[in-house]
Each structure stands twice: as C-alpha cells, then as structure tokens.
C-alpha cells in the first residue's frame, strides 16, 4: 500500500482530497483572495470574548464547513489532526473538543498544515482510516500578544517581520473517492534544519533551509524536476524567505524560480496592505491552500502540486536564552486527473 | 497490514518494541523504582545553562541511550516522534534537531508517550517507516516555571497537586525483529473528553474521563475485559485520578481495580517523598514505562499490558480564560510471548 523511498512515502492507491475549507479575517478578506474563502469574519472576536476562543472559532467553523461541502459526518471521520502556535496548542483543543474525534494533536508550528495533511493521507493510505480531517489556524491577535508585544502598545515591526494570518484551514482525506478528486500522491517529513539565525523579526531566513532540504530529498526520492510541477508552494516564507530559498536550492542546482510560490506572498497584497515581508503564521498556509490552490487544483488549472509549509521550532524562552531558530518543513504530493 | 475495528486499529504484523531508555533527576532517582532507570542526573540543570535546555538534554540522552541500547543509528531511524509541556514543545525540538531524524512533532501534553508510541507503531505496522523512535519528556523546574509560579516563591501545594517528574523516555519501534521482543499489538487513539473540572490543581480528576473513555471503546472493540490483562497503566492521574477512574469505569460495569496502577501512583514514595497525589508530566509516565514497565515485560513478568497516558490539554491562558480542562488519552496494547 506504500513504497517507501528515502525518506519519500509514495502512496501505491493515492487517497483523495474529499472536501476543503477556508476562514479568514477582515485584513485578509482585504487582500487578492476575497473570492476564494468560504468563511470571513469581520469581527476579530469571532463572536467569542477573547482572541484565543476567537481562534479555536476559526478552527471549529473551518472542520464543520469542511464536514459540510464533504457532505460527511463527524461520526465517520477516523482521526482528526490538528495545531496551532498556541502555548499548549489550546485553538485545536477547544475547538476540535466539539467534534468527538478521535484526536491525534500535533506540534509542527506553521509547518502544521502540510504535517497535518501528510499524516492524514499516510493514515488513509495505509488503511488505518477510511477518513481524516486536518486542520491549522493562526490569529493575528492572538499571536501578536503571546509572540510580541500587547496590541495596544503599537510596536514598530521591522522590515523582515511578517503579518500573522488570521484565518484556518481544513481538509478531509479518504481512502477511496471518485476519479475526478484531486488526490495525494506521496509524502516527505521533514528533518529538523537550524542554520543559527537568531532574529524571531526574520523567520523567513529561519524557515528557508527546512523547504530546501525536503524539497531536495523529495525530488532525488520521486527522480523528478521543478518542471515537472505547475506549482511548488511553501506556506510562510514570505518575502524574504522565498528569495533564501530559490537561492538555497540554486546553489544546489535546483530551480524554482518559475514554479515557486509562497502564501505569504500571496494572501496580501504586500504593498498596500502594508504587511512587510508577507504573511505568516499556521492559519497562512491553511487558509490559502483551502481556497484558492484547492479550487484551482479541482478546477484543473493546477495538474500537480508540492505543498511544503514550514515550521519555525522555537517560543519566547528559547529566543530569550539565545538559542537559533530550528526549522521543519512537511512535503505533499497533490494531483489531480492523470499524472 | 492493519484491522480497524470501532476506533481501535489491531496490527495484523505487531511491530516490536526493540529498545527503550529512561532518564531521570535527582527526585525520581531517590524513589523506589532507582534500579530501572538508564541514566541518572543529580543536577537538575544536567550542565546545561536553563532548566528548558537541561529538559532537552534529557530527551537528547533518552533517545541517543535508546538507540545505543537497540544498536541502530540515527540514521536508519525513518521518523521520530515526540513532544512536550513546554510552550512550543521546545525541549523536543530542540533535542532531536540534533540527531537529523524526519520529526513528527506532536502536542498531547501528557498523553504524549503513548500518542507517539501509538503513531510510532502504526506508522511501522503499515509499511511507512522501517524503524520509528518515540521520546517525551518533563521537568520539574521548566514546568513549574511557566505553568505556577517561580521556583523561589516557594508556593504552598494543594492536597490534589501532582509534582511533575524530572525524565524523559525513549522507545524504538521497528517493524521486524526477534520473536522475544515486546510486540505492540493494538493502538487506540482517544477523544477529546472534557467533564467541565476548571481546577488546574486536580489534573487526575480533569483526565480520568479521558482514560475511561478510550479503556472502554478498546474494551468493547478488542472484545477483551480486564482480567485478560496483567497491567492496565495509566500516565500520571495521581491518586486521586485512578480512584476516579476506577469509579467512572465501575458505573460503566468495568472493574479494574485489580489490574490498575499509575505512573503517577509508583514513580515516588508519596509519603515519604511529600509529592502530594502523586507524579506528573510528560516524563512520568515516559521515564517509568521505559524503565521498570518495559523491563518487566521484557523479562515475561507482564504478559500483556495496556499503557494508556492522559493529557490534559489547558494552558494558563485558557484556565484564566475560565475554560474548563479538556483531557485526551491514547491507549497501546503491548505483549510478550504468545498472547
């Protein structure tokens, strides 16, 4: 059922993409992507009374939405997979805690998506679930007043910096489903990378050399070229990163420039939304990939995708006490009608 | 490969468990189970500058012992997975960033050494990975730090509290090896079960539910009762925990007040030791399964055991937030021998 190669799991009956959601914020209902989300809130609390519950809203709207267009209920789905960048991952938490899943919790930072998504195919794969959601969510509130400073001080960010996603994602993964369904194909964890950047204001930096090394270990494992691809996209490197990474992997003789792409460049429109170095967060690769790459992939516009989202493995006390910025990043292989 | 019946997967090629190590502080080393334990530390920084620095050294000497113990490099380990208390799950992230293994980062608090061993099993049962190794960890200083209060304040400790374990265990799983090795037959993985305790110094009784929840669905699915087996082990409910779950079991018609121990309940001389209801932490029951539990498997004293670690998945924020405690509890059933 797989075929293991490197450290690639090619998948002998590929599980499909059985349904897909997105939820997003007022700032990001503002950017390039209005169209493609299926929920926007225009109220930061999500009806709730503090940023953190708003959160695990997004998660639990973006499940619940997912279960609906999949037209499946909670009761059928196996395994549910799930993470946020919240101490102790509480958004997953309290919002998966409403659904009765089994609950499988995961720590992969912004790398949570694809980590999330690769596990659950893995799951369906094997045979050890018919179906599995994954789910990721980030707040820019939320974030902003764990990772920085309070809201209300205002803080001066830095050319580097990045904007956090408000928003989350959800994807159903099972075993079987009709021809027509977009479908993942193989899958990549990533090896711990860590090149010393110390500056929490340059994630991007941080996060690059974690893409590079799986996109290089995948590429050697499956014997293809960036050509092969319509779209290589990594979640959160932003600006800054991207550029790092097309010349991480051009040094290795691998060229991305003309398939690669980043959420974070993608979600805002980087200039007048006034965001720096693009978008960030768990919620950037979630909320993205659940709209338009996935309506774009259903659609045929996209015949074959590498997601690669990556996770920057550090917290406040670790930066604090002068440790660098470990990275991760997830592969997955999705493609729709023949290969 | 795999036989899934209600939400328990029966691994129809059990996967073994090829080594496992544990390593303790100063506390644990002077309770009863000192002998079991691989490596021990009497200084709790283990030369390391900060209590979280010295929590990723125990997980770092976990799993290189681990490793040295089942004679295999890290280089042939296909994924490793683990996690942590500690925001961001930073000791993990930071321990394995140096072996250079695919990370699986995972967040089950608690329940961590059996969601990873759960994952770990699964994953070499169906064909993804040829050897997967497993790590968790606690420390009483970083715990107490970020959850409570600074250590100099001297807080006075609840008649319910728990005192969290200075440890870390490690487990390789492999999917083929000698026909004497412990072998995982079965993994459940559990809901996310919430009886609406807000008291974060009664963790046993916010996670017990947890625990009873996932002991009956595997009960019910493996068609199996307690008295078929030896030891049914539990993470780090305390005393008071157990008693509850005991009870919570007994109204459902499940008796295991015979087979039923706790990490939590052995790890410490709870008199003597002063520790309250008990030991807690990722590392309780991680240090204690990787040391006196696996031992006495191996050596055919247990023939057939359930390990099931709790997690309680609050964190401050959401216990000030007025939230109550959601609890998660994965449940592995291991044998020696014929079963």
Known sequence: ???????????????????????????????????????????AFL????????????????????????????????????????????????????????FIGLYGACSTMSESLALASTLCACGAAEHCAAVSSSHFCSAERQ????????????????WTVTGAGSVVVSREGEKSLPRIHAVTFGKIEDLGITDINNMGAAMAPAAASTLAAFLEDSGTCPEDYDLILTGDLGVLG??????????????????????????????????????SG????????????????????????????????????????????????HLVHISCGEV
Chains 1, 2 share one sequence.
């Open 242 to 279: 991207s550029d790092l990474l097309i010349r991480l992997l051009m040094d290795n003789g691998i060229n991305i420039r003309t398939q690669h792409n980043d959420c974070g460049k993608i979600i805002y429109d980087i200039e007048r939304q006034d965001v720096h170095s693009g978008g």
């Open 147 to 162: 990772f920085r400073f309070p809201l209300n001080y205002g803080g001066q960010r830095t050319p580097t910096a990045q």
């Open 1 to 43: 059922m797989l075929n293991k190669k490197g450290r690639t799991v090619f998948f002998k009956k590929p599980p499909v993409i059985r349904s897909y959601a997105s939820v997003v914020g007022k700032k990001e209902a503002n950017g390039p992507l209005r169209e493609y989300f299926d929920v926007i809130s225009m109220d």
């Open 47 to 102: 009806g709730q009374k503090s940023y953190e519950k708003a959160e695990a809203q997004l998660q639990k709207t973006a499940v619940s939405r997912a279960l609906l267009k999949g037209k499946i209920a909670a009761e059928q789905i196996d395994y549910i997979m799930g993470g946020d960048l919240l101490n102790q991952c509480i958004s997953s938490s309290y919002a998966i805690r409403e659904f009765g899943i089994p």
């Open 282 to 329: 768990c919620g950037c690769c979630a909320s993205v990939f659940c709209s338009k790459i996935m309506q774009d992939i259903s659609a045929g516009k996209l015949k074959n995708v590498l997601l690669m989202a990556t996770g920057a493995l550090m917290s406040t006390v670790s930066v604090q006490q002068g440790e660098s910025i470990p990275a991760v990043s």
